[in-house]
């Protein structure tokens, strides 16, 4: 398809799913009303309970102190394994209000604990916690709470990765039945010679998800012996999409590039993704836009805000601070398409947060949104600058502006047009 062909197609698919979405839902306090009711009913007089836990929580606060926990959907037990995060989020098409309702139907039931010295901890609460991650399915688990829930459903910055509901002291957890655990997790639990990076991508070789290998991980489940310890689930998050990522972007290095430049292109929850691929050595740049009244970018005064990172054929060295986590999910998407047809490219992706974008629901949907972005119709331009001059006729700032962000589109030939003029 002709990039001109494909970009009318996008906006008339754009306007009909406009056309379709449901409004913006802010009605969050009758739900957490209902927690409260539901949490009451399960409980009994000495706030022991019975639920079913689909995964685990590990905070970063106070690190290496964390509070660690057992998460569980309060009332909701026969549906466990949707209130999960995982791809199939994004097959359901939910919106930010479902997350917001998921998360907060989960009653993460949290014990302080040491992320060290957690190899052979597999009694108590912190074993109980997990045995829950490294199940491959919900397990059904008996809780004993210090004290009711803590309502507290302030969502900040700092949520970003798993918002998560209300938070109750646990006095003690107990697995009621015998989870199901994967082979392949069994063995690198038996290795204790494997580091944390080979296991994480031997357990993806074996087609576990990075939802499942990041829980793992965050479990202390992964490494060597003595070494390892509890993860933050927002650190292992990004540790896992980086590391398998990496994995990705070796089994591509010495495989021909593609022979065109394609323009892909998905949106998502108010997050619109354009995919540049060109012929080339792999290079990646994420380029982020971020609307006023957006999530990220609350005042409308300040105009869009921007941020990218960059990396070329050999990788970078540190963690990238500008784009966080998106850099390394949108990364993942990419390099997993191109894993999968063999080729190598340059890869410019540009994201625009609109103002439909107003709860954080996590990194997850720019994983998902990337990731899918390739399986629709794709256009093609002649040259990476024809597509870029092309896709941005339809992004919120100037050609001039994205070439002062962007490593990748820094070269092209300028004119006093591309910057406003």
């Known amino acids: 398809m002709k990039l001109d062909e494909f970009v009318e197609f996008e906006a008339n698919e754009r306007a009909e799913r406009r056309r379709l979405a449901s409004e913006k839902s802010y009605e969050l306090l009758d739900h957490m009303e209902s927690f409260q009711h539901r949490f009451e ?56 209000s479902d997350v917001f309702e998921r998360r907060t139907s989960l009653l993460n039931s949290n014990r302080a604990a040491d992320v060290t010295n957690v190899h ?71 290795d204790d010679d494997w580091n944390a990076e080979g296991a994480m991508t031997y357990l993806y070789r074996r087609g576990l998800d990075v939802y499942d290998i990041n829980t793992v991980l965050s479990a202390g489940a992964l490494g060597r012996g003595e070494d390892r310890r509890l993860v933050p689930t927002r650190w292992s998050i990004t540790a896992v999409d980086d590391t398998v990522g990496k994995y990705l972007r070796g089994t591509v290095r010495d495989a021909p590039s593609v022979d065109s430049v394609q323009v892909w292109r998905n949106e998502y ?21 971020k609307a006023p009244g957006s999530i990220w970018n609350p005042d409308p005064a300040t105009g869009t805000a921007m941020s990218s990172a960059h990396e070329n054929r050999d990788g970078r060295t540190g963690y990238v601070e500008e784009t966080a986590g998106a850099y390394y ?3 993942f998407g990419v390099l997993e398409h191109l ?74 030939q300028s004119s006093l047009a591309d910057f406003g003029v």
Do not use: C
């Open 41 to 96: 009913e399960a409980t009994s007089g000495d706030s022991v309970f019975g639920s079913v836990s689909p995964s685990i929580f590990v905070g970063r606060s106070n690190y290496p102190k964390v509070s660690t926990g057992i998460l569980s959907p309060v009332g909701h037990e026969a549906d466990a394994a949707s209130f999960e995060t995982n791809a199939g989020w994004y097959d359901e098409r939910v919106s930010i």
């Open 120 to 190: 052979d901890a597999w009694n108590g609460f912190l074993g109980t916690q997990r045995e829950v991650a490294i199940a491959d399915r919900p397990v059904d688990v008996e809780i004993g709470l210090d004290d009711g829930p803590d309502l507290d459903f302030d969502v900040s910055e700092a949520d970003i990765a798993t918002p998560t509901g209300p938070r109750a002291r646990a006095e003690s957890a107990e697995l009621t039945e015998n989870p199901h655990v994967p082979r392949p997790v069994k063995k690198t639990l038996e």
């Open 269 to 289: 929850l108010g997050n619109a993704f354009w995919v540049v691929l060109a012929p080339g050595d792999w290079e990646y740049e994420l380029v982020e836009m």
């Open 329 to 331: 999910a949108a990364r």
């Open 339 to 412: 894993s999968a047809e063999g080729r190598q490219a340059k890869v410019l992706v540009l994201r625009h947060v609109s103002d439909d974008y107003w709860g954080p629901v996590g990194v997850w949907q720019i994983r998902e949104a990337v990731r899918n972005a390739f399986e629709g119709e794709h256009g093609e331009a002649e040259t990476f600058e024809a597509a870029v001059r092309s896709v941005v006729d339809h992004l919120p700032v100037s050609l001039g502006r994205l070439r002062s962000k962007s490593t990748m589109v820094a070269g092209l």
